[in-house]
């Protein structure tokens, strides 16, 4: 299958600072990445769609300008948690598909812990 | 609202059964179902895709089949082995409002017994 790259896989900071991880399609063009959280014993929740080329679209609930998505390019989507507090401590998932009826292949994750 | 249910939450087998995992969605207005299976603390492996128009899909000892109408679809594994042991989740995807969506199911956690 497609490889999605995922980075870092775990990163620690201060509260207050802000975190960007980067979600990568190694050998494929992905239109469309989702991201990801989840918390512990709980199903995956979607935080945001985005479109390469387009502002993400956020579900609702999720901080627009607390967890920035940014998809400049085919291959690369970013999400920033800025000013990171400790509640959100988690683990961050993206995943990238080609088009709407293809398969969505995902990142390793990125164990996020904010001291 | 799209809503992803999986049943049992949790399943502890001997080695060599085979197994059936549940999956049922209440909007059957989907694009695909997928399955993955996801090891502790690890982000997620494709398992199988089944597009909406289409009722199964194998790979190796898996077996996943899909009714759109009905809103299910199950994951069968054939002759399980201790390294099958992980969390398995269904997601279906769907056009909402323009854009798409994937929706989880919270997981079975298999555990196959040597």
């Known amino acids: 299958g497609a490889v999605v790259s995922q980075h870092p896989s775990r990163v620690i900071c201060k509260s207050g600072t802000s975190v960007k991880i980067e979600c990568r399609s190694l050998?494929?063009?992905?239109?469309?990445m989702f991201w990801y959280r989840q918390f512990p014993k709980k199903s995956l929740m979607l935080m945001a769609t985005?479109?390469?080329?387009?502002?993400?679209?956020?579900e609702q609930g999720v901080e627009k300008d607390k967890f920035l998505i940014n998809h400049a390019s085919l291959t690369l989507s970013t999400l920033t948690v800025t000013s990171a507090h400790p509640e959100d401590s988690s683990f961050y998932i993206c995943?990238?598909?080609?088009?709407?009826?293809?398969?969505?292949?995902f990142g390793q994750g990125t164990r996020l812990t904010v001291v | 609202k799209q809503e992803v249910t999986q049943i049992p939450a949790a399943l502890s087998v001997p080695e060599g059964e085979n197994l059936v995992l549940n999956c049922s969605f209440t909007?059957?207005?989907?694009?695909?179902l997928q399955w993955f299976r996801q090891d502790p603390g690890k982000g997620l492996t494709s398992l199988l895709l089944?597009?909406?128009?289409?009722r199964e899909q194998t790979s190796g000892r898996l077996n996943a089949s899909l009714d759109k109408s009905s809103g299910r679809s199950t994951l069968y594994i054939a002759a399980s082995q201790p390294g099958d042991s992980a969390t398995y989740l269904c997601?279906?995807?769907?056009?909402?409002?323009?854009?798409?969506?994937?929706?989880f199911g919270i997981g079975t956690k298999l555990q196959v017994i040597p």
């Open positions: 050998d494929f063009q992905a239109t469309t």
């Open positions: 909007d059957s207005a989907i694009y695909n």
């Open positions: 985005s479109n390469e080329g387009s502002k993400a679209t956020y």
């Open positions: 997601a279906v995807r769907r056009d909402s409002g323009g854009y798409q969506k994937v929706t």
């Open positions: 995943s990238a598909s080609q088009g709407k009826n293809t398969e969505a292949f």
């Open positions: 089944i597009q909406s128009s289409q």
